[in-house]
């Protein structure tokens, strides 16, 4: 650096060194650090003859020509379409890869003394006409090494290493799927493997990610949890946040048809999805039971509470003969709400009063907040809330 007026030059007696005459591959050549953090080591591969790696010295004092020898535990043979790899270094100096045809010889490296000691290698499943490794590079805290193949038509082979909040993730491929926590920061690391490239490699912008958290959903029965399967069908109600789906055996447009269900246990699902399009659900079960054989006269028993009641035959028509008595009373100075309680006032507020004549309700809280005519409403499962044709 202090030739050409401080600009810097190469200097003319360290210069056409021709620091090995056995290694047909420019490729098989790469360069170190160091321990020292001043000196540089060129560690070359020899291919023709011993096979060995040799470490030249680079220090303020010029290219040493005695290089520090170390065996290889892989020659590589050339083959008439022999195809070496590029020999890499990992950024800490402790690792070295050598790559040649369908092997891959993976060494240790000491900065401080130019040693190479293999430690294993490894293999593709055949290289001729075909992959091979050709391709090589570590990450940058040294702890992933990413092969990848070169062919005969030589085609790209370019390395993405994918970073999570500066921590090193994915695998070595042009897309990257990973369940994000909110506030990640995801950048990739882009290598190329075209030749006079510029800024190789590129990190690219960080991507924030905006994780939303998955909405509260609950599911309270606004509805009978116990019904027949000759019961009228049912409106399902009780999902929060509104807006969601009901599912499962028997349900259809909001409603749940004992008939379409069948008998036994059925698990009625609600769904939400907000805004962000997180989704969450919430179960229940509804029992349901075959249908109730009745001889018009005979006492009901209701499968809900188990309170019984007289009916009558009328025409054609069997009728309850008293007065429903179904719910959680409630002050008959307060009004009954939509709000999933069946609520029922009592005479003079005694509840011993609806033991004996019935309860009394508005017409809303006994058809359950559905006008729909014939239905079921607070009536036991199996009987309806009488409409204009009965």
Not at 53 to 64: D, K, N, W, Y
Not at 147 to 152: A, K, L, N, Q, V
Not at 195 to 222: D, E, H, Q, R, W
Not at 293 to 299: R, V, Y
Request: charged residues 15%; hydrophobic residues 35%.
């Amino acid at each position: 650096m202090r030739l050409d007026g401080g600009l810097g030059d190469i200097d003319p007696a360290q210069k056409n060194i021709q620091l090995q005459a056995n290694n047909a591959f420019p490729q098989l050549m790469t360069s170190a650090r160091h321990k020292n953090n001043r000196d540089a080591w060129i560690i070359v591969k020899s291919t023709l003859t011993s096979g060995n790696f040799e470490a030249f010295l680079v220090s303020p004092s010029g290219i040493s020509t005695t290089p520090v020898v170390s065996p290889s535990n892989f020659k590589g043979n050339l083959y008439p379409y022999a195809n070496p790899g590029n020999m890499r270094i990992s950024p800490d100096g402790t690792r070295l890869v050598y790559p040649f045809n369908d092997t891959v010889s993976f060494c240790s490296f000491n900065s401080a003394t130019g040693m190479v000691t293999p430690l294993f290698l490894f293999y593709t499943a055949s290289w001729f006409f075909a992959a091979v490794w050709h391709y090589m590079d570590f990450s940058e805290d040294s702890r992933y090494l990413y092969c990848s193949t070169g062919d005969w038509s030589w085609n790209s082979s370019d390395i993405y290493q994918w970073k999570v909040n500066a921590g090193n993730a994915g695998m070595n491929s042009n897309s990257f799927t990973y369940t994000p926590l909110n506030g990640d920061v995801v950048t990739c690391i882009y290598t190329s493997s075209a030749l006079c490239t510029s800024g190789n490699p590129a990190t690219s912008n960080g991507i924030t990610m905006t994780v939303s958290g998955s909405p509260l959903v609950t599911f309270t029965p606004c509805f009978d949890t116990i019904t027949r399967i000759n019961a009228k069908p049912i409106k399902l109600k009780g999902g929060i946040p509104l807006g969601g789906t009901y599912s499962g055996p028997g349900v259809s447009n909001g409603y749940f048809y004992p008939s379409l269900a069948g008998t036994g246990t059925k698990t009625i699902t609600y769904s939400y999805t907000n805004a962000a399009l997180c989704s969450a659900s919430k179960q229940l079960l509804i029992i349901n039971y075959s249908s109730l054989i009745l001889n018009c006269g005979q006492p009901i028993t209701d499968i809900r509470d188990g309170k019984i009641y007289a009916t009558v035959q009328i025409g054609a028509q069997c009728w309850m003969a008293e007065n429903l008595n179904y719910g959680t009373m409630i002050s008959s100075s307060s009004h009954q709400r939509d709000n999933c309680l069946s609520e029922k006032y009592c005479y003079q507020d005694l509840s011993a009063k609806c033991n004996v004549q019935g309860a009394n309700y508005q017409w809303d809280e006994l058809m359950r907040y559905d006008d729909t005519p014939g239905l079921q409403g607070l009536c036991p499962p199996g009987w309806h809330v009488p409409d204009e044709a009965d």
